[in-house]
Each structure stands twice: as structure tokens, then as C-alpha cells.
């Protein structure tokens, strides 16, 4: 398996995988809006993807964007995706994933990373659990969605 920085010459194969995402997250499939969205991030360097590519197949990727914490005063990296396709699961492509975001934040002097995963996402969990994520317990989290018509 090779874990690697993922650019725009990867964008077709990385298009299907991010689809299967949405789609996971009860999105409406939209490969061609999945594919600008993905060319937007890569071409204006708002986020970092990495993925894991086996026989030449892409099989995962983990999305991190950044943002910054006034209290630790520094960076953090946010772990918005993370996917790997159904056939290859449960072969420790997740975990290589997360080891390469680690590394990535480690590497960029970041003081650490988030993620949040459906409540209901228990394998999900249970890897973050195993590789020493530990839960929030001292902040609620809120959100405020703006509808677009």
C-alpha cells in the first residue's frame, strides 16, 4: 500500500471514492460536483488530501483542512474525511490513513488534530479509540447550518 499526497492528476479515481462518501453521509450521488469541489481544494491549496493506493487503485483518502487555536496558540488540522472504498476495508487502510494525518500535522508544526464522526459511526470510533483519539468531553459542540434556496 502507498500513502501519498493526492493532486490533481488523481482527481478521477479520488472523484468516485469522494462520492461514495457523500453518499455514506446520505448525500445525493453528484460525481461531476464532487470533482470541481476536490479541483477547488487542490488548485487553491485549502486542504490537504492523502491517499492510499494499492495495485494502482486508489482504496482511501483522508481530507484535513486547516484552522488555528487561539488558545494553544497555533495550528490544528481538521480530519473532515476520512473514507475507504467497501472492498478494502478492514485491512488497516483507515489506520494507515490516520498515522499519515498524524505525521502530515506533526510535520507542518501543527499542535494537534480534530474530527467528528457520526454519533452512530461505531467502527469509525472504535479505530479512533484504538489509536488514541480521545473524546471531547469538555466541549459541546454546535453548529449553525445557513439554507440555501
Known amino acids: 500500500m502507498e500513502i501519498r499526497a ?10 468516485v471514492l469522494f462520492d461514495q462518501y457523500r453518499v455514506f453521509y446520505n ?4 460525481i461531476e460536483a464532487a470533482r470541481g469541489f476536490l479541483q477547488q ?7 490537504a488530501i492523502i491517499g492510499a493506493i494499492v495495485h494502482d487503485v486508489l482504496v482511501g483518502f ?30 488497516g487502510v483507515g489506520a494507515a490513513l490516520m498515522h499519515a494525518a498524524q505525521e502530515y500535522a506533526e ?4 499542535r494537534g488534530l480534530a474530527l467528528a464522526t457520526a454519533v452512530d459511526n461505531r467502527k469509525a470510533q472504535g479505530l479512533y479509540k484504538k ?3 480521545t473524546r471531547d468531553e469538555e466541549f459541546c459542540h454546535y ?7
Open 41 to 47: 481544494r487542490l488548485t487553491r491549496g485549502d486542504s
Open 6 to 15: 493526492l493532486e490533481e492528476s488523481d482527481l478521477p479515481q479520488l472523484a
Open 131 to 133: 489509536l488514541g483519539w
Open 62 to 91: 483522508t481530507q484535513l483542512y486547516p484552522t488555528y487555536t487561539s488558545v494553544s496558540l497555533g495550528r490544528i488540522w481538521i480530519l473532515n474525511d476520512l473514507y475507504v472504498s467497501a472492498d478494502a476495508r478492514r485491512r
Open 27 to 30: 448525500q445525493t450521488s453528484d
Open 107 to 110: 510535520v507542518t508544526g501543527a
Open 143 to 149: 453548529e449553525y447550518n445557513i439554507v440555501r434556496g
